[in-house]
């Protein structure tokens, strides 16, 4: 009776998650998360002692960590002030369009791509709107270029601090194995785009140096030279060898004390949402390892998890790249990163799960979170990014970088 219970909120819990339109339901993702969190221990699949020790602390530590930091710097006005500085040396529209794909994906690996889509794409439509751009292209190239830069570091994205803190690969392995794989998806995104695009990239542009927004950005200098220093501090603790988790709280700490008037400024930046999402999924997923379904799961799967190193990360991201679709990357990997652990796969294992779960972000506008920002915003200005636009790009885009980033992982390991 447990595991029927145990399988019916977790398919009810993830159906939530993936449909967000039911009508007359107006039910969020994080709110989905909390319900299947909550009927667990209602239910008796789990006691309540065992759904708070669920939640992975050290999880939610660092994300928090890595959001007041960010937050700080977002109030500095370095965003802006960066972005504007870049696209302001733009020339001809794939200049702009190179621009655009190159500075997201790098910021990205460094400040997560939710951020640097929630902070970039109201500069870009407003700046394809006064030079009488198609703004589509340039908005794709900002949220792929942040996704597949994502994919760099262990603080690109959400999913890949859960990876990170679980698989227990250090900062420099993660970067040197995945760097490259983001590198040359940032390439291959440049010139997707290019092809799909290529009447509307044509021409120069007007000079940029004059718009209003560059010279009138409210800048707070001291706070911006706090928050640098303060993640230069962050990335030193990182390389040095310090726990993730403590490394991002301590200095989220010392920003508090050190660099804000009114630290609940900085607190209102924080995506609380995103930290009950996990947390709630993290309970489902316990419910669900409770009841030995995934041992079952995992079971049925082994001739394709315990194969050949090439069929295990094929196999490995290929259903990661499917999920992601179903129920955007966060919840695919809380869902897969169980099923690595109970499988005994390795550290090469963990890798290709990063890099395709973020990835496979690109295929649909449904496929990451950060795509649903570009969406979102865009729209709020009058801009219309359609599914099948998207999916024009996305699908080519994808299907390549998914085979680079698995044949660069088997080159490597």
């Known amino acids: ?28 993702r994080a ?29 939610l530590i660092f994300l928090l960590g890595m959001m007041i930091l960010v937050a700080h710097l977002e109030i500095a006005g370095f965003f802006e002030l960066l972005e504007l500085w870049i696209l302001k040396r733009a020339r001809t529209r794939r200049e702009l369009l190179f621009l655009v794909v190159a500075s997201s994906g790098l910021l990205s690996a460094v400040f997560m791509n939710d951020t640097i889509c929630l902070m ?21 190239g900002l949220v792929m270029a942040a996704n597949a830069g994502s994919v760099a570091t262990p603080i690109g994205n959400p999913q890949n601090m859960l990876i990170a803190l679980r698989s227990h690969v250090s900062f420099l392995d993660f970067v040197s194995a995945l760097a490259p794989i983001a590198l040359l998806s940032l390439s291959v995104i440049f010139v997707g785009i290019l092809l799909v695009f290529r009447r509307d990239l044509q021409g120069g542009l007007n000079a940029l140096v004059d718009l209003p927004e560059y010279h009138e950005l409210p800048v707070q200098r001291g706070l911006l030279t706090v928050g640098l220093l303060t993640l230069g501090l962050f990335l030193v603790l990182l390389f040095w060898g310090t726990p993730p988790q403590w490394a991002a709280i301590i200095c989220a700490a010392l920003l508090l004390v050190l660099a804000s008037n009114r630290p609940r400024r900085a607190l209102q930046h924080v995506d609380w949402t995103l930290l009950l999402l996990f947390s ?19 079971e049925s799967l082994g001739p394709w998890l315990k194969g050949s190193r090439l069929e295990a990360l094929g196999f490995l991201a290929g259903v990661a790249l499917v999920v992601s679709n179903l129920v ?13 652990v109970r499988a005994g796969m390795g550290t090469e294992s963990w890798l290709a799960l990063a890099m395709s779960a973020t990835l496979a972000g690109n295929l649909t506008i449904i496929g990451s979170a950060a795509n649903l920002i570009v969406l979102e915003i865009a729209a709020q200005r009058g801009v219309h990014l359609g599914f099948w636009t998207y999916l024009k790009v996305g699908l080519p885009v994808t299907i390549a970088t998914l085979m680079i980033g698995t044949a660069w992982l088997m080159l490597i390991s």
Request: hydrophobic content about 60%.
């Open 1 to 28: 009776m447990k595991e029927l219970l145990a399988l019916l909120i977790f398919l009810l819990t993830y159906a939530i998650i993936a449909i967000q339109k039911i009508p007359r339901v107006h039910i969020s």
């Open 31 to 59: 709110a989905g998360a909390l319900i299947g969190a909550v009927a667990m221990p209602l239910v008796g699949v789990l006691t309540p002692q065992e759904a708070y020790s669920a939640i992975d602390l050290d999880t």
């Open 120 to 140: 970039f794409t109201p500069v870009l439509v407003r700046l394809t709107q006064r030079l009488q751009l198609n703004p589509v292209p340039y908005l794709l």
């Open 280 to 298: 709630g999924l993290f309970v489902v997923m316990r419910g669900v390892e409770s009841v030995s379904l995934l041992d079952r799961l995992v």
């Open 328 to 340: 955007s990357n966060v919840p695919a990997v809380l869902l897969l990163a169980p099923i690595v």
